[in-house]
């Protein structure tokens, strides 16, 4: 397995919206390899640092990153989902401040027995934990062809989800689909070649959406920022960012909605709900990178990064 490594997006620009200072708790949800953390405890090195992540290697890698900062930061294997459970073992119930950067690392998709690449022959397994849960080549061999067009039409926003589904379908009866570039061979005959995106791979949307599947990526999104904003303290900063349109369209619409309040019918002419605005958005468009990064860190492309303050 290749050493961990992934340049982490908008760096300057997280700690110029997190503003971390000594004293104070923050938590990084998506922990990676520890690029973030790293930024926050140099720029606060009296700050205490909560890292999460699913996968073992990146949690291996950041407590090696962060290994001057010892006393400063606590290292948890698991889901973002369940962070209050997590802050409260570890006797944290509020922080002042939390990172959140989405979607899969530099060196998930580099390292080829992950099977997260259409790129590299693998076993299809796409897990970033890899000691629990269903791998992809469960989802692409068990999955009736009703909801296998579902996930990816829905998480891959793929136009030829129903052919793709029909033709995975027909495949697996011949034998099982268990490695990462006989799924492409079969992408590539259910896509009319003529159709084909001269920009991205015909099999990119598909293999986003089976990612997203198998680690249930839009659901913890959602569970882990609710629960982290919960745990915000007054003044507290919450950044995210996102890589693609799903993950950014459920990061502002709960932002939006914690910072409107009301749950009112507009109809109504005064509120009776009582629910009053518990965030202010500090971005009112996702801020993305600047040339210079992309060309240095080309991921950094469909980077947006939206942030609040606490209430």
Known sequence: MTGFHH???????VIRFLEPADGKTYLDGTLGGGGHASLILEKAP??????????????AAAGARLAEHTRNFRLVH??????????????????D??????????HQLDTRERGFSFQQDAPLDMRMDISRGETAADLVNECPEAELERIISEYGEER???????FI????????????????????????????????????????ALRIAVNSELDSLEQGMRAALNLLKPGGRGVIISFHSLEDRIVKHIFKEY??????????????CGN???VKILTNRPVTATETEINENPRARSAKLRAVSKL
């Not at 340049?7 to 620009?13: G, I």
């Not at 401040?97 to 530099?106: A, E, Q």
């Not at 030829?160 to 029909?166: F, H, L, P, Q």
């Not at 910072?259 to 009776?272: K, M, S, Y």
């Open 46 to 59: 009296g700050a205490i640092l909560i890292g999460i992540d699913r996968d073992q290697a990146a949690l």
């Open 259 to 272: 910072a409107e309040g009301c749950t009112c019918p507009r109809q109504l002419p005064v509120c009776v």
């Open 78 to 95: 698991g889901d973002f989902a369940g962070v209050a459970e997590h802050l409260q073992i570890l006797g944290i119930t509020a922080v």
């Open 169 to 208: 379908v027909r495949e697996r009866a011949e034998s099982p689909i268990t490695t990462t570039f006989r799924l492409v061979d079969i992408i590539k005959g259910a896509v009319p070649k003529a159709k084909w995106d001269e920009r991205i791979h015909p099999a990119t949307r598909t293999f986003q």
């Open 97 to 106: 401040g939390f990172i959140l950067d989405l979607g899969v690392s530099s």
């Open 7 to 13: 340049l982490s997006v908008l760096p300057d620009e």
């Open 276 to 278: 009053l605005p518990r």
């Open 160 to 166: 030829w989800a129903k052919r793709i589904a029909s």
